[in-house]
């Protein structure tokens, strides 16, 4: 599937949206660094929601990439692993399925509390996947379009 434009879409979790919304935040940045304008960002409730957001936004056509930002924690009941892996896996199943490339910022941290250092260091972080995940879109569309031509 061919996109007709270099749309991209930013699909972000609410869970800890403080944090979420500095890798989306970022991410939007570096990609217009490099000529992306056109971004759509769409919340949803938490990262269990990606994947299903995501392969509705796949069939639409207008993507030329998506990608899934979400903090997964550890919150006293062990499930976090199982919710961060079942949502990666899904969203590589729609990529290879979709043929349009998907991403995923979707950090589960080995501990996570929220505390001020923690806060501090995981907002920085997510920053950070932010900007690297602007860089991969970037590199992977263009290399696309570069393909297609």
């Not at 930013?10 to 800890?16: E, F, I, N, S």
């Not at 896996?89 to 910022?105: C, K, N, T």
Request: proline share 3%; with cysteine.
């Amino acid at each position: 599937m061919s996109p007709t434009s270099n749309r991209i879409a930013l699909v972000a979790a609410r869970w800890h949206a403080d944090i979420v919304d500095r890798a989306v935040q970022s991410c939007r940045s570096g990609l217009a660094g490099h000529g992306f304008t056109e971004v759509d960002v769409i919340d949803v409730p938490g990262a269990f929601e990606i994947p299903l957001r995501i392969k509705r936004l796949a069939a639409t056509g207008r993507y030329a990439a998506l990608a899934g930002c979400a903090l997964v924690v550890d919150g006293g009941i062990y499930r976090h692993d199982f919710v961060a892996s079942t949502v990666v896996d899904a969203l590589m199943r729609i990529q290879l399925e979709a043929d349009v490339p998907v991403f995923s910022a979707v950090l589960t941290p080995h501990h996570f509390h929220e505390h001020s250092e923690h806060l501090t260091y995981f907002t920085r972080h997510f920053e950070t996947k932010g900007a690297e995940l602007a860089a991969a879109i970037a590199a992977t569309v263009q290399r696309d379009t570069v393909e297609a031509r």
